[in-house]
């Protein structure tokens, strides 16, 4: 694969992004941590809403920690399956701070030990790679995978490191706005970006 290649749809895909919902926790592990995991089975403006009233009350793991079940239960309400995302967000802070020091993991392995935090949560934290990229990703030619698991395996081969922190962010954006196959593949061939 051709720097140039990358490089050029980071690029365009810089020039035409938008922000997304969750986007404003991604310089915070912590608050990207959790916000992801109660995004899951959620939607943004739901798990946005919930989010910051946790983070009004617990803005670090050691607030968190100090909250109990039920009051992060109230909080988290009305994210999907809120009573167990309580229960997960109770132990991981346990763990946060025994294990890890109070420090939010920094490798996959370790984030993947914490209660509720699956790959998909993990790789936010690497390089994500949700539905968006995964298609993206296969469109652009860059891999020719089934899955998004695969498709993170292949990326992480053969993309560059300085681009993983943005994959997600951009690619998200960008499968956002052109939200159905049709108008996917019109963007990229308005841009070049297509062989």
């Not at 992060?72 to 025994?98: D, H, R, S």
């Not at 951009?170 to 108008?183: A, P």
């Amino acid at each position: 694969m051709e720097k140039k290649s990358f490089k050029k749809v980071f690029s365009v895909f810089k020039k035409n992004y938008k922000p997304i919902p969750l986007e404003i926790f991604g310089k915070n592990p912590y608050k990207t941590l959790v916000s992801t995991l109660l995004s899951s089975r959620t939607n943004d403006d739901t798990t946005l809403k919930a989010a910051n009233r946790l983070f009004l009350k617990a803005p670090n793991i050691r607030k968190l920690d100090q909250l109990g079940q039920l009051e992060i239960k109230n909080l988290i309400y009305p994210v999907g399956f809120y009573k167990t995302k309580a229960k997960y967000l109770k132990q991981l802070t346990e763990i946060v701070i025994t294990k890890f020091k109070g420090v939010v993991p920094k490798t996959r392995g370790k984030l993947m030990e914490l209660p509720g935090v699956g790959r998909k949560t993990a790789n936010l934290v690497l390089i994500a790679v949700d539905t968006h990229v995964h298609k993206i990703a296969n469109l652009l030619g860059w891999v020719k995978t089934k899955t998004p698991e695969r498709t993170e395996e292949e990326l992480i081969k053969i993309l560059p490191k300085k681009y993983w922190p943005d994959t997600n962010r951009l690619f998200v954006s960008i499968g956002r706005q052109y939200n159905t196959d049709k108008k996917l593949l019109e963007f990229l061939k308005k841009e070049n970006l297509l062989s």
